[in-house]
C-alpha cells in the first residue's frame, strides 16, 4: 500500500489544502505530520500567546483529520530527522510540505530535500499555500521583487489565482504510527489573558461571520479604533487556519468597496512575504539603511520600559500597547501609530520594538512584523519614510471621542471627550488626581530631532 507523509507547518488546515490533496491524489494512506522542532524555541518564537493558539489550532486540525478518518501524528525534534524517521517506518515514497519564505524555512527545505533524496525519496513543496500569489510569481522588471507596494497591487490583482480545494472526505493514515501527545493550551503560562481561540473552525465561523456583518464597512471604517471592525484574522492566516486564497475568493464574490479594501490588506500580507523571500535579511538588517542614531543608555531604556508598560503619557499609544499585553492582538491603526512613537518619536531601534511585539503578537511572523515595523521606521519599504505620525492628531482622527483610550486606559476613565487625548492640558486638581504619567517627550520638540537626526527632512 502506497504512503506519502504532509508535513504541516503554518498551513494549519484541511480546507484548500494543496499538499494533502495532491498526498491523497499520489497515494493509498497518508501520515499528516506535525513536529515541534525545537529550533523554533531557540529563535525566540516560541512566545506563549503562539503556543496556546498553536496547541489550539493542532487540535482542531486533529479532530478535522478525525471527522475523515484519519489522525495528526504529532512528533518533537528536529524536523528533518523526524520525517526521515517517519518515511522510514512507514516505507512512504514522499513527503508534501507548504512552501515558506524566511531563511528558516529555506534552510529546512533545503536540509529536508537532500536528507529524503538521499533516502531515495522525494519532497515536493507546494506554492501558493500561506500566500495567495507565490513569491517570485508577479516581478518588476530588472529585479526580484517589488519594492513599492502600489505596482505590486496592481500586477498582483491582475494574476489570476487558483480556485479553493474542499476539505477531502477521507482521509486513511496507517495503522500503528507513533504520535506524541497534543499540547495543550493549558500547559503554556503567561498567556495573554483575552487571548483568542485558535483553529481553523473558529477561524473559518470568523470569516463567515465577518464577512455578513463587517464587510461592506471596512473601507470606511478599518481605521476606527473604538469600532473595531477589523476582521481579526491575522492569527488564523499566521497559522494557516485560513486560506488566505479562500479568504480572496469569498470577499470577492461578497463584492463592494469594503471587500476590495479587505482584500487590498491581504495583498500587503503577500507583498511583505515576497520582499522577505527576496530580502531574507531584513528580518534583521535595515532593508533601506537611513544611518539613524538611535537612542541607547540608560535614558532609553527607561523610555522602552514605559512604552512596553503603556505608560507613556500619550494616551492612545498606551491604550494600543495595554491591548496588546491583554489580547495578544493590536489594531492595525495602533500598530502603525505605536511603531512610529517608538521609532521616530523616541528614536529608539525597530528592532527593540519588533522583538517585544513578537513576544506578545499571537499572529506575529517574520515578514509581517519585521516589514511593518521597518515601513515604521522609514528603513523599509514606505516611499516617504520621514513621515511621523503625531500620536495626539492619531488620537482625534481615529478615536475621536475618546472611546478606545477611555477602555484600555482606566485611569482616564472620568475624562469626557476628546479631552482624554491630552490629560495634560488639565489644570489643578483635577489633573494632580490623575494616576497616569507626564508625557514622556514633547512632540514638537521630538520631531526637531528627527529632522535633524535624518539631514533635515
Same mark, same amino acid.
Given at each position: ?50 503556543? #496556546? &493558539?498553536? *496547541?489550539?489550532?493542532? @487540535?482542531? +486540525?486533529?479532530?478535522? =483529520?478525525?471527522?475523515? /478518518?484519519? $489522525? !495528526?501524528? %504529532? ?27 524566511? #531563511? &528558516?524555512? *529555506?534552510?529546512?527545505? @533545503?536540509? +529536508?530535500?537532500?536528507? =529524503?533524496?538521499?533516502? /531515495?525519496? $522525494? !519532497?515536493? %513543496? ?30 498582483? *490583482? ?300
Amino acid at each position: 500500500m502506497t504512503v506519502s507523509v504532509v508535513l504541516y507547518t503554518s498551513d494549519l488546515r484541511v480546507h484548500d489544502h494543496p499538499p494533502l490533496r495532491a498526498a491523497l491524489e499520489g497515494a493509498e494512506e497518508v501520515v499528516p505530520v506535525f513536529v515541534r522542532d525545537p529550533a523554533v524555541d531557540r529563535a525566540g518564537f516560541a512566545a506563549p500567546n503562539r503556543l #496556546a &493558539f498553536l *496547541a489550539d489550532c493542532l @487540535a482542531d +486540525l486533529d479532530r478535522g =483529520l478525525a471527522e475523515r /478518518g484519519g $489522525r !495528526l501524528v %504529532v512528533r518533537e525534534g528536529d524536523t528533518v530527522s523526524e520525517v526521515l524517521d517517519l518515511v522510514r517506518r512507514t516505507e512512504a515514497d514522499e513527503v508534501h510540505m507548504a512552501a515558506g519564505v524566511t #531563511a &528558516f524555512a *529555506a534552510a529546512r527545505e @533545503a536540509r +529536508l530535500r537532500k536528507a =529524503l533524496e538521499n533516502d /531515495g525519496r $522525494r !519532497l515536493y %513543496v507546494h506554492d501558493g499555500v500561506v500566500t495567495v500569489v507565490p513569491p517570485g510569481d508577479v516581478l518588476p522588471q530588472g529585479s526580484d521583487h517589488f519594492a513599492v507596494f502600489t505596482p505590486y497591487h496592481r500586477r498582483w *490583482a491582475a494574476e489570476p489565482i487558483r480556485t479553493p480545494l474542499a476539505a477531502p472526505r477521507a482521509v486513511r493514515v496507517p495503522a500503528g504510527v507513533r504520535s506524541a501527545p497534543l499540547p495543550r493550551r493549558a500547559a503554556v503560562a503567561d498567556v495573554s489573558p483575552a487571548l483568542a481561540v485558535g483553529g481553523e473552525s473558529e477561524g473559518r465561523a470568523r470569516l463567515g461571520a465577518w464577512l455578513a456583518a463587517h464587510a461592506d464597512a471596512y473601507e470606511e471604517r478599518h481605521d476606527d479604533l473604538a469600532g473595531d471592525v477589523t476582521s481579526r484574522l491575522s492569527p488564523y492566516l499566521h497559522f494557516g487556519a485560513v486560506s488566505a486564497t479562500e479568504a480572496v475568493h469569498r470577499a470577492n464574490r461578497r463584492g463592494g468597496a469594503g471587500a476590495a479594501a479587505f482584500v487590498r490588506q491581504l495583498c500587503w500580507r503577500d507583498f511583505h512575504h515576497q520582499v522577505l523571500a527576496a530580502r531574507p535579511s531584513a528580518a534583521g538588517a535595515d532593508y533601506r539603511p537611513r544611518h539613524d542614531r538611535w537612542r541607547r543608555g540608560a535614558d532609553a531604556e527607561a523610555d522602552l520600559a514605559a512604552w512596553r508598560e503603556g505608560r507613556t503619557g500619550y494616551p492612545v499609544v498606551d491604550a494600543a500597547m495595554r491591548q496588546l499585553a491583554h489580547e495578544g492582538w493590536m489594531h492595525n491603526r495602533g500598530r502603525l501609530l505605536t511603531a512610529s512613537f517608538l521609532t521616530k518619536t523616541l528614536r529608539i531601534d525597530w528592532r527593540e520594538g519588533a522583538r517585544h511585539f513578537l513576544g506578545l503578537l499571537v499572529d506575529g511572523d517574520v515578514a509581517n512584523n519585521q516589514l511593518n515595523w521597518q515601513w515604521a521606521a522609514g528603513t523599509g519599504t514606505d516611499t516617504r519614510p520621514n513621515r511621523v505620525l503625531n500620536p495626539v492628531r492619531q488620537a482625534r482622527r481615529y478615536d475621536p471621542d475618546g472611546a478606545y483610550v477611555r477602555r484600555w486606559v482606566p485611569e482616564l476613565a472620568g475624562l469626557d471627550g476628546p479631552a482624554v487625548h491630552e490629560p495634560w492640558r488639565l489644570v489643578g486638581l483635577d489633573r494632580a488626581s490623575l494616576d497616569y504619567p507626564e508625557p514622556l517627550v514633547d512632540l514638537a520638540e521630538a520631531l526637531e530631532r528627527f529632522r535633524a537626526d535624518r539631514g533635515g527632512a
